[in-house]
Structure formats: C-alpha cells, structure tokens
C-alpha cells in the first residue's frame, strides 16, 4: 500500500529526492485491521491517492530498480522482498531480475544490526525491554538519538535505516564491509568452503544470547542452502536418533516439556547472511554474551566428527520436512496469486507474452490467453486487466471478475475473510479507545461495505 526509497552513494550520503507513493489496493482484497492501525493508511486513501499496480511498476523500474543499484532495508529480505517478489509476479515481470539483473543487488541491515550487537557493540547505545535485548528499528533510532519521528511510515523507516547503517558504518566500518560483501551468494559459499565453523547471527537464535552462534557447517547444496550446528549444544542426544525421530526434534513446539529441540538451522546463501569468522571467539566478552567457550566448541565439534551417520541423517530429516511443508503450501496456494513458488520457472514462450502483456493496451489482452503455457499466467490475466484497467472490462469480464471477488471475499461464511476482517473489526473496537484509532477503525468499516461484491440470486 506504500513504497518508498531513498537513492544513497557508498558513504550513505543521499542521492536525489526520495520515492514515496501509495499502490492502490483492488477491490478483491480485505487489509489487516492490525497492520492499519499500526501505519494509519486507510485504503480509501491508497484508492483516491495511489498509483495502480502497472503504474507503480513503471516507475519503479524507471526510477528505482536502475543498474548497479543496491536494494537495503530492515528486514526486507525476508519480508518487504517476498511482497516485491508476488507483485511483480502478478504483473507479469519477471519475479526475481529486479534484484540481480545489470548488476543489482539486495542487503538486509537487520543481521547486521544482530551481529554488530554480538561482536562489536562498542560506541553504540543498545536498547532493552523488559530486561531483555531487542533491535526493533525504533527503539534502535531512540536509543541513539537519530530522528524516527513517524515509525512505521514507509519514508520515515527509510530515513531511520539510514541513519542505523551509518551509525555501524561510522562505529563499526569494517564489520559493515564485510558483511555487505556478504550480500553476494557467491561470497557467503567462498566463506563456508574456507571457515566450516563460524559465527553466524539470524533471527531464529535466542534474545538472550544477542540472536548469534557459533555453529558447524554440516551439509550444503545451491538448491537448499546450508544446514549448521549450534556448538552450545552437546551432540551426544541426538546422534544415534534416525532421521524421523530428527525430524520431530526440529520441529518448532511451545510445549516446556518436549524434548529437547534440534539445535540445527537452514541458512539460504542468498539471503545476506551475518557471518564471520571464528577467531573473534577469542574475545571473553564476546563469549560471555554468546554463552560459550572455546572450550565447549572444540568439545562438541569432536562428538560430530565422531558421529558417522549423523550429518546423512540431518539431511533426510530436512527433506522430510521440506517435503511436509511443500504439501502444506501446496493447499494453502491452490490459486494462481499465491502460486510464484509452484510449477517452477516460466518458458522462453511465456517469458515472451509476459513482455506483450506489459506492452499491449488493455483491449487487447484477450487473444493472448490460450497462448500461454503455464495455467498460471492464464488465470493472472482477467485479474491484471481488473485490477489495473477496470474502466476497460467488458460486461462478461465485470461478471467473472464480481464472482472471483465474491468467492475471494464471502466464501466461508463467518469463517470467510469478510467475516473474519469485521471480527476483528469489533475485537479492535472493544480495546482501541483513541480518536484516531476509532476513526480508522471506522474507514475500515466503510472500506469492506463499499467493496462488497455485487452478488447474483436466483428469483
């Protein structure tokens, strides 16, 4: 619903004016209460204000997505990026060229940010909650005194992110270039080969001991990435456990009194990992915030070495359940929107009428449907012509679209997603109590009425 962007050269001194639109929001989508009362757009704001799908994209590859560019963010590669990644998608662009394509490339701050905290955290001030370390960009901006005065404003984010990446880049220089070399996947594969034990920080490691470990790389493909070993653990629990019984230790539970869990990550090679080499561990105050020694590493890296069919059976737990996860997603996106990661890449044939798609004016889509060869594209083109050209619809195209939306908007029931969105509605408005949360609490209202779907009953 809102991009912005600001162009910066290599010592984050800004480039130009910044970007900041609104996308319009079509008329078969419901927003998340939450997230509106969070960033305070309402969708009659993107509607009236915003630029259409197809709009958006010809700016952004015009203004933004121009040779050479680095795409930085905060939390971005796991988030913003994924929603890049199905907008483009479903506009018939390429999903992925935007990032590396004419030497393009993308970065996240927030593992820089983690390891920054774990290995040098010297001349910056580090925020804690409830007695526990967090690195939310806001608090991070407040706690250094750098201007955040509207968090969760896309532009506003921007300009914080800025000013956190050049406060490590300032306190912290070279361990801020060498993590953005490790943006490349290329680098972070050079970095394994040569360290297979090393520290590594991600968001799945524990507050408590700054979101880094040291870790053992145990197996590693260009297909799925790497799989590691956190070295805190003692391995001698789960070494003569097979491959099922791994699989359901890996498994995410909240149960306190389930066995112990897995202690082994995937790490994807082209998501920026924060690596770094082993040697720092040298430093006791590292040690002490990573809750380990040099001691128990060499300890428990000798019971892996001695487990001989342990790292075979990590992999097969791995692909049992990526092979579970792949059912799953497989019913959760049985339509084409959600679809990107099935049915693989498309054909030079598709790749070529995806192009005309983005060239032909709306009157002409129709005679390209039956060229298509992936079902995909062939149920994404109605919907592109709807959600970008609406004043351009046919009588029959209008109709098949009011009853897309009507299955998208009212199947269900109480359980549909209007049913669900106007619970949430009501939960809201038993807590929110503000003027102004009330207010958007109201325009969300208005909102879901003003779209809803002109249905057709039998007299």
């Known amino acids: 619903m809102q991009f912005a962007g600001q162009r910066t050269d290599l010592e984050l001194n800004p480039v130009g004016e910044p970007v900041n639109v609104l996308v319009k929001l079509s ?26 799908e197809v709009e958006f994209l010809q700016l952004f590859h015009e203004q933004v997505a121009t040779p050479e560019t680095i795409f930085v963010g905060y939390n971005t590669v796991r988030f913003d990026d994924e929603f890049m990644r199905f907008l483009h998608y479903r506009n018939f662009y390429d999903a992925y060229e935007w990032a590396y394509k004419d030497g393009k490339s993308r970065w996240d701050l927030l593992d820089v940010v ?43 984010d921007v300009l914080a992110s800025i000013a956190v990446a050049k406060l490590i880049q300032t306190k912290q220089p070279k361990l801020f270039d060498w993590l953005l070399q490790l943006r490349d996947k290329k680098a972070v594969k050079q970095f394994l080969d040569a360290n297979p034990t090393f520290i590594y920080s991600s968001g799945k490691y524990a507050n408590e001991t700054e979101k880094t470990a040291v870790v053992r790389l145990l197996h590693q493909d260009d297909s799925k990435g790497a799989i590691v070993y956190d070295l805190r653990h003692d391995p001698s629990e789960f070494v003569g456990l097979s491959a099922e019984e791994l699989a359901e230790r890996w498994r995410f539970t909240k149960d306190p009194e389930a066995p112990a869990r897995l202690p082994v990550k995937t790490m994807k090679f082209n998501r920026c990992p924060a690596l770094s080499p082993v040697g720092v561990l040298r430093d006791a105050s590292v040690q002490q915030r990573l809750q380990v020694t040099p001691e128990q590493v060499n300890t428990n890296l000798a019971k892996l070495s001695a487990a001989s069919d342990f790292v075979a059976n990590v992999v097969r737990a791995r692909d049992l359940l990526d092979d579970e996860r792949a059912e799953h997603w497989s019913r959760e996106r049985a339509d084409a929107d959600a679809a990107l990661y099935d049915g693989g890449f498309f054909d030079d044939n598709d790749k070529r009428l995806m192009q005309t798609v983005r060239s032909a004016a709306p009157t002409g889509f129709g005679g390209l449907t ?34 897309y939306r009507a299955h998208m908007l009212l199947d269900g029931g109480v359980d549909s997603r209007l049913g669900k969105f106007m ?6 408005a038993e807590t929110e109590a503000g003027q102004d949360k009330r207010y958007l609490l109201e325009e969300l209202q208005l909102y879901a009425e003003s779209i809803m779907p002109i249905v057709e009953t039998d007299q």
């Open 27 to 52: 008329d078969d989508i419901l927003p998340d209460p939450d997230a509106i009362m969070v960033t305070g757009i309402t969708p009659q704001s993107t509607v009236q204000d915003g630029l259409t």
């Open 114 to 156: 983690r390891m920054t905290r774990a290995l040098r955290p010297e001349g910056i001030e580090w925020p804690v909650v409830d007695g526990k370390p967090t690195n939310r960009l806001e608090l991070l901006t407040k706690a250094n005194g750098l201007d955040h005065e509207h968090a969760h404003d896309a532009l506003n």
């Open 370 to 403: 039956a060229e298509f060869h992936d079902q995909r594209l062939q149920t994404l083109l109605p919907r592109y012509k709807a959600r970008n050209f609406a004043s351009q619809l046919t009588d029959e195209e209008r109709a098949d679209w009011e009853a």
């Open 423 to 428: 619970k949430r509605l009501g939960e809201l």
